[in-house]
């Protein structure tokens, strides 16, 4: 079966070259049962066999763990002038405001990203200790603040794009919104200039939405 040739390929080394393989695992809250999962592999990987896991949870154990802080004070502020940028709004972002957004979410990229958008959806710099307490639950209460001032085009086009496990094409969404009369070019927009959502380019100039795991 599936289960027991998983098994297998993880008490041996490669057949090819006698040397171990890496398996990752990503985003391993994400699994039904991540517990009994990460039961099956202690109990089958064998050396020279190697398993990576990532989460967003402190719950599982391993042999070496590593911990993923912020970004640091430098790729911190790039990014934060990158979106500014994007989204238009550098003048609104001058030193001081980038200074407090990186202090607040100690350097969480999605964290930073979300401030920005705030700021580009109020049109004026946003004071992230006025904008919600500290708390350990930061990203839960950022992401409710900004999902509650949507509109329902906005909502909408969360909601779906949250639904698929890759990339929409902008037409296929744009048609879908039309078809049941919403503002698709208001919604798509009001999304990206939020960072609810990300938008890729491709090759040819099309342009395709998707939502960042951690929004999802």
């Not at 609104?92 to 964290?111: C, K, M, S």
């Not at 509650?148 to 909502?155: F, H, I, M, V």
């Not at 779906?160 to 078809?179: D, G, K, N, P, R």
Request: with cysteine.
């Amino acid at each position: 079966t599936d289960i027991d040739d998983l098994a297998q390929s993880l008490r041996d080394p490669d057949p090819q070259t006698g040397k171990g393989r890496l398996y990752i695992f990503d985003n391993f809250e994400t699994m039904a049962d991540s517990r009994g999962v990460q039961q099956f592999l202690d109990t089958h990987t064998h050396i020279p066999n190697k398993i990576l896991i990532t989460s967003r949870e402190r719950t599982f154990q391993a042999d070496f763990p590593i911990e993923v802080t912020g970004m640091e004070q430098p790729e911190a502020y790039e990014l934060i002038q990158r979106t500014a940028r994007a989204l238009k709004v550098e003048a609104l972002v001058n030193d001081q405001t980038r200074d407090r957004i990186f202090d607040f979410a100690e350097g969480h990229p999605y964290v930073m990203t979300i401030l920005v958008g705030e700021t580009a959806k109020e049109g004026r710099p946003v004071s992230p200790m006025t904008l919600l307490p500290r708390r350990l639950d930061i990203l839960d209460a950022v992401f409710e603040r900004s999902f509650n001032k949507l509109s329902d085009a906005g909502r909408w086009v969360f909601l779906v794009l949250s639904s698929w496990s890759s990339a929409v094409a902008e037409i296929a969404l744009m048609i879908l919104l039309h078809e049941r009369d919403m503002d698709a070019e208001g919604g798509i927009d009001e999304c990206v200039r939020m960072s609810l959502i990300t938008r890729l380019e491709f090759a040819d100039g099309a342009y395709a939405y998707s939502v960042p795991q951690v929004a999802r």
